[in-house]
């Protein structure tokens, strides 16, 4: 059997159980004394190095089984908890993580883990002899009294039943195990198989329960059995097995052989967990997984195609709703009306699979907080708030960049020093907030700090010297307009490159990152008291409302989450101001931009009326009227690429397939207004 048929799996597992050791780590280096902590990261550990070992990562498996060492005394209160033990673990975390990778890349995941093997071992050799050692790295799990059943329970054949004899004869031991695989185990074939895998390397597996061929083709329930030879006790035998993951218990009997009639059984199970002895058995009982927390992994491609092709049945079904008005016929209406509350329903349903907590990209940012902060010799408290909010996986994928600098930013430009932060009359412990929530259509995220807040002489002095602003306007400008600067290409106030914070890059990086999602960001300060970044993102990337607009014989959909409202404005109340057209937009002075001037649309001989129809978008503080002919109404769109020989249209997010099968184009309203 391959192996790598179960490569996918073996990365996501490896991922989750990286993550919640660099949690748990955290949570352990806050609070040293919660013994509950280290048996949570030992656990993912266990299960970690296991998994490796079956997948022959012996890099990887090595230098897990090391710092489990480390893990194991901690535990055990034999090993006191310093900084320096701390930072042996997160880099041996570090190396195992560029390991899956590297295997994820598709390489075989080897480093040289020599050095932070020597600094584990080193630590462990401080407080215990070579001896000790060993036997406090041995994880053991108190055996229970042996069980044995006759052959004849078992129903093996007479081959069987001599080759049993033979190795028993030989001074072999002759087991009898049972495995049960935990309830929600998605793939059942994969873990029997790195049972046998590692049963093998020790023995000779004679017999299966059910046979081989139905266990590779998952045809049993939980569970399932074997005859087994072997040299190894029965203990070793049982730990084995434990160290792969999602098994809930093994038992293992001794096959008796002999006519004499058996001592009266007593069933045992094997702690699910390996790292608890006897003495630790749970005393509550496991909870099952309930109907209704059931879940199952899909590839995302699988996700993709399922939503390309509703995409599909959302343009025919706009194209049917057309055709029933057209035709007037009643029972075709109505048909055509309850397709669409059912493909409604079934729109909403495919969108609220693709939805993943933003928690996926925030769990990064504690372990990245509480190493720059040790690089920049500052104290920093991160709190997360809203990690449940859910987007798109499509945008959660590219958020984490834009984010991670958001961050670098705040810690390096904006937290001060203690020494500073103790002058200014702050705690010596500054705050960054990362905070999601809902609002509409939108997810918001904000990151907030409490530091020093922007310097906006600095800013603009920045601002001047690189030609960014005109010396003319530069004292009229707003704070918030200096802030936004902070934005402009090129743009930063760093004295000093370095990787903490984009290294000199600035954050146009990921204002252009945000905008190409759809998003926006903003930005706003308040000396001495802290700065706070605001990005507003879609929820979803593939199906959008929009206002559908003539333009002569073309049609232009503007998206509905850039619209504050449309009007019709008399042509007597246009009016010019530095030779462009503006209107007064509730006490507010709007320009006026024409798309048929912007996209060059060919006149039809058809004449204005006396009245113009405006389109009045928005795009963070800034807001623009688009003059179009006649507002043909709301629609659900979907959002269809130009391809790759039309990229870079100016104002040009995409097209859209409508009902009567014309193509509309998609106007980018962020870069209109900007």
């Not at 081989?212 to 005859?227: G, H, K, L």
């Not at 049917?320 to 029972?331: D, F, H, S, Y």
């Not at 310097?455 to 307009?481: C, F, H, T, W, Y």
């Not at 993102?537 to 850039?562: G, H, N, R």
Request: charged share 25%.
């Amino acid at each position: 059997m391959d192996m790598n048929q179960y490569l996918d799996m073996f990365i996501e597992e490896s991922k989750e159980h990286l993550q919640a050791i660099n949690a748990n780590l955290l949570l352990l280096e806050s609070d040293p004394g919660n013994i509950g902590h280290v048996k949570e990261i030992f656990r993912s550990a266990h299960t970690l190095k296991g998994m490796s070992a079956t997948m022959g990562f012996e890099d990887m498996a090595s230098l897990t089984h090391e710092a489990e060492n480390v893990l194991d005394l901690i535990r055990n209160q034999k090993l006191t908890i310093t900084s320096d033990i701390m930072d042996a673990i997160f880099q041996s975390v570090d190396l195992i993580e560029g390991m899956v990778i590297d295997i994820t890349e598709g390489g075989d995941g080897s480093a040289d883990v020599s050095a932070i093997v020597k600094k584990l071992r080193a630590i462990v050799a401080g407080d215990f002899s070579a001896e000790q050692e060993v036997a406090a790295t041995t994880m053991t799990v108190e055996a229970p009294q042996e069980e044995s059943t006759p052959a004849e329970d078992h129903e093996l054949d007479d081959y069987a039943m001599m080759v049993l004899k033979q190795s028993q004869e030989l001074g072999n031991n002759v087991l009898w195990i049972k495995v049960t695989l935990n309830e929600n185990c998605m793939l059942k074939a994969a873990r029997s198989y790195m049972v046998f895998d590692q049963l093998e390397s020790m023995g000779e597996v004679i017999k299966t329960k059910p046979a081989v061929e139905d266990i590779e083709n998952e045809r049993f329930e939980q569970s399932f059995e074997i005859a087994y030879v072997t040299e190894q006790s029965i203990e070793k035998v049982r730990n084995t097995i434990l160290n792969i993951s999602e098994i809930q218990d093994v038992t293992i009997e001794t096959i008796q052989l002999k006519s004499e009639a058996p001592p009266a059984p007593v069933v045992q199970q094997a702690p699910a967990s390996a790292e608890k002895g006897a003495a630790e058995a749970p005393q509550a009982p496991v909870k099952k997984a309930t109907a209704g927390g059931k879940t199952i992994r899909v590839d995302i491609e699988r996700l993709d195609i399922l939503m390309n092709l509703f995409s599909e049945l959302v343009i025919d079904r706009g194209r049917l709703e057309q055709l029933a008005r057209e035709i007037g016929k009643n029972e075709l209406q109505e048909t055509v009306e309850h397709m669409s509350r059912i493909s409604g329903d079934l729109q909403n349903i495919i969108l609220t699979m693709r939805m993943v907590p933003v928690e996926q990209v925030f769990n990064r940012f504690p372990r990245m907080i509480r190493d720059l902060q040790k690089d920049l010799n500052k104290k920093v408290h991160l709190e997360i708030i809203g990690a449940e909010t859910e987007l798109d996986r499509t945008v959660i994928d590219e958020i984490g960049d834009p984010l991670n600098h958001l961050l670098r930013n705040s810690l390096d430009h904006g937290i001060e020093s203690p020494a500073d932060r103790k002058k200014a009359g702050k705690p010596e412990e500054g705050k960054i907030e990362l905070r999601a929530f809902h609002s509409g259509n939108h997810v918001f995220i904000e990151v907030k700090d409490d530091g020093a807040g922007i310097n906006k002489d600095k800013v603009l002095k920045k601002a001047l010297e690189r030609g960014i602003v005109n010396p003319a306007i530069a004292d009229s400008m707003s704070d918030k307009q200096i802030h936004e600067l902070l934005f402009a290409a090129g743009f930063s106030t760093a004295e000093v490159v370095s990787d903490i914070s984009g290294r000199g890059v600035g954050l146009d990086v990921v204002k252009s990152k945000i905008e190409s999602l759809g998003g926006s960001v903003g930005v706003d300060s308040v000396r001495g008291q802290g700065t706070t970044f605001l990005i507003q993102l879609p929820l979803t990337l593939s199906i959008i409302s929009a206002m559908l607009v003539q333009v002569k014989d073309e049609k232009y959909a503007v998206p509905l989450s850039s619209i504050i409202e449309t009007a019709v404005f008399k042509k007597e109340q246009i009016m010019m101001a530095h030779r462009q057209k503006v209107i007064d937009f509730r006490g507010r002075v709007v320009p006026l931009v024409s798309l048929q001037d912007i996209f060059q649309v060919p006149d039809n001989g058809e004449t204005m009326e006396d009245e113009v129809a405006v389109v009045i978008v928005r795009k963070g503080e800034k807001m623009a009227g688009l003059v179009v002919d006649s507002f043909i109404g709301q629609q659900e769109i979907v959002l269809k690429s130009l391809g790759k020989y039309l990229v870079n249209v100016f104002a040009i997010s995409g097209a859209t397939i409508l009902g009567d099968g014309q193509v509309a184009l998609i106007i980018d309203c962020n870069s209109l207004i900007k």
